[in-house]
């Protein structure tokens, strides 16, 4: 039941009317748990006559996965891909794991995206609802970002539920943002006698109900569904202290305390599958000796619902008391059984999670696991995800060589990512661990060029040219690289002869053959000192190989 919401309910159809009449909007609704922000979405879904919508609703857990959320939202409307142009299909294909491989260039996804939306509403307006969308993973937040700011002149709307004081929030300039405030008098009563109508509440404590829930919404009807008829009724006094939060979640850890074992094993299950899609999870119900239907008789008890092939938890606090009422091995053995059941090649970066998940001290089949979804992450541009899944390699790697390995490729994807301080804790991490060899050539060189992005350009400048000229017998072609960054930070600080001086040492490491780094950085440095005519045909020469680099792969990041 929806009540007390009009002003934010006229909103959201005024951005439904606006986009009837071709004239797209965007429109964020943000609040705390249990405000009612789902219940507007569903309130606007019904609403959207005539429209085709289009929908996700992100968990924790498939934060770190790269496109999850994008890939739910336009799976529907695949059959129109025919209809994006041929550079931005063959990318969102990539990115969406359905093709092979392409050039590595989100911005063309992103573009695709869009395209795909647009020609989606050619034949009908279209409502994109983005449920919990403060868990999006980060490529797909980027991508909707990206076509909120273009949907101006497009039969298309898009409806956002975010936390209040979400890790990741959804800014847009011009875009619509209603802050949910709680429900006032007399809405929060008229609420409450229509969830109490079957056990109508004292007026003591329905006087306290409501003081207590301060406007929630959930709170308000999970309340009373924790108590006692005597608690009800007045003749018993309620548990104290009783706090919404608290009360919330100890309403439901108290009905599902009540679950029989099958019912409640299954609803672990749900807690911790990655998507809630009912055929990996009712497969692995079955390793598990469960059935499906112990599923409908946890959504018969009011925790979760059955729609849409998912198995949705009915709110999000559920999962913090599944997880926290079940025990280690038996999550574990839930997270075994669904990756049991995923599809090595196709659920990749699914599995691995679930592995992992499952998973006690060094593992190398997790680990490697981990490192082929974190490859295919970043193969699709999902390089924030693609960091996370080498990070957590590193933890279930051995020897220290391959940890080691697995926390460099982390940094170079946290900097690809555009996180240059994420990458250097992890590059920190790795160096304090003493590497040797290669890896310390190549830690050494990303840790000195990220202290020159943190403006410590004297201090990088001599990590680089140390480094450089230890590595120098064994890798004469990093070590130039090394030199070329060495004279980036002296280029930066206006000392341009000494640039063009490691330029040119970087040159007689490799007298033939220069790759297109170290040529660009000499071109760089001659025209810096002065020497622009010297450049020109050094430029001339790298051009097709800068036009093949994409800006924001870890490789397109360290071009100068």
Not at 210 to 235: F, H, K, T
Request: with cysteine.
């Amino acid at each position: 039941m929806l009540v007390g919401r009009s002003g934010e309910r006229a909103e959201i159809r005024a951005a439904l009317d606006e986009a009837r009449s071709g004239r797209g909007r965007a429109v964020v609704l943000r609040g705390p748990p249990g405000i009612g922000k789902t219940a507007l979405l569903e309130d606007a879904v019904r609403d959207a006559e005539a429209f085709r919508v289009l929908r996700t609703r992100s968990t924790e857990s498939e934060a770190g996965l790269a496109f999850a959320g994008l890939s739910d939202l336009v799976a529907p409307v695949l059959e129109c891909l025919p209809a994006v142009p041929t550079p931005q299909r063959a990318a969102l294909r990539a990115a969406l794991a359905l093709g092979p491989p392409a050039a590595p260039d989100r911005f063309a996804a992103y573009s695709a995206a869009l395209s795909l939306i647009g020609a989606v509403a050619a034949d009908s307006p279209v409502l994109i609802v983005l449920d919990d969308a403060h868990w999006l993973d980060a490529p797909t937040r980027e991508a909707l970002v990206f076509c909120a700011r273009r949907i101006e002149d497009e039969p298309i709307a898009i409806l956002a539920a975010s936390r209040e004081l979400a890790p990741e929030r959804i800014d847009v300039p011009g875009v619509a943002e209603l802050i949910l405030a709680p429900l006032a008098p007399p809405a929060d009563g008229e609420l409450l006698q229509a969830a109490t109508a079957g056990a109508p509440l004292a007026p003591a404590v329905a006087r306290e109900v409501l003081a207590v829930a301060a406007g929630n919404p959930l709170a308000i009807v999970e309340l009373p569904r924790a108590m006692s008829g005597d608690e009800r009724a007045g003749r018993a006094a309620l548990p104290r202290p009783l706090r919404a939060g608290e009360a919330i979640a100890g309403a439901y850890r108290r009905r599902i305390e009540g679950l029989a074992p099958g019912p409640r094993s299954a609803l672990t299950a749900a807690a911790v599958s990655v998507d809630g899609a009912l055929g990996p999870l009712t497969s692995a119900l079955g390793e598990l000796g469960l059935a499906r239907d112990d599923l409908v008789a946890a959504e018969e008890a009011g925790f979760l619902a059955l729609e849409d092939e998912r198995a949705m938890l009915r709110h999000p606090v559920l999962r913090p008391v599944l997880l926290e009422l079940s025990a280690p091995a038996e999550r574990r053995a839930a997270h075994r059984a669904i990756a049991a059941v995923l599809d090595p090649e196709r659920d990749l970066e699914q599995r691995a999670w679930h592995l992992a998940e499952a998973a006690v001290g060094p593992d190398p089949d997790v680990a490697e696991a981990l490192e082929g979804a974190a490859a295919r992450a970043a193969g699709r541009t999902g390089y924030a995800a693609a960091a996370a899944l080498f990070e957590r390699a590193a933890a279930f790697s051995e020897p220290p060589e391959r940890a080691g390995g697995d926390l460099l490729a982390s940094a170079q994807m946290w900097f690809a990512a555009g996180d240059p301080p994420r990458a250097a804790a992890v590059v920190e991490r790795l160096w304090e661990a003493g590497p040797a060899g290669a890896l310390r050539t190549e830690t050494a060189h990303l840790r000195g060029f990220l202290t020159m992005l943190s403006s410590r350009s004297d201090e990088a400048f001599s990590l680089l040219v140390r480094e450089a000229r230890r590595a120098r017998p064994r890798d004469p072609a990093r070590a130039a690289q090394m030199l070329c960054d060495a004279g980036l930070t002296r280029a930066m600080a206006g000392r341009c002869r000494e640039a063009l001086r490691c330029m040119q040492e970087a040159a007689s490491y490799l007298p033939a053959g220069q790759p297109p780094q170290l040529l660009g950085s000499f071109a760089a440095a001659l025209t810096l000192s002065g020497r622009g005519r010297e450049a020109r045909p050094l430029f001339a020469r790298i051009e097709g190989y800068l036009e093949a680099v994409e800006p924001l792969s870890p490789e397109g990041q360290t071009v100068v």
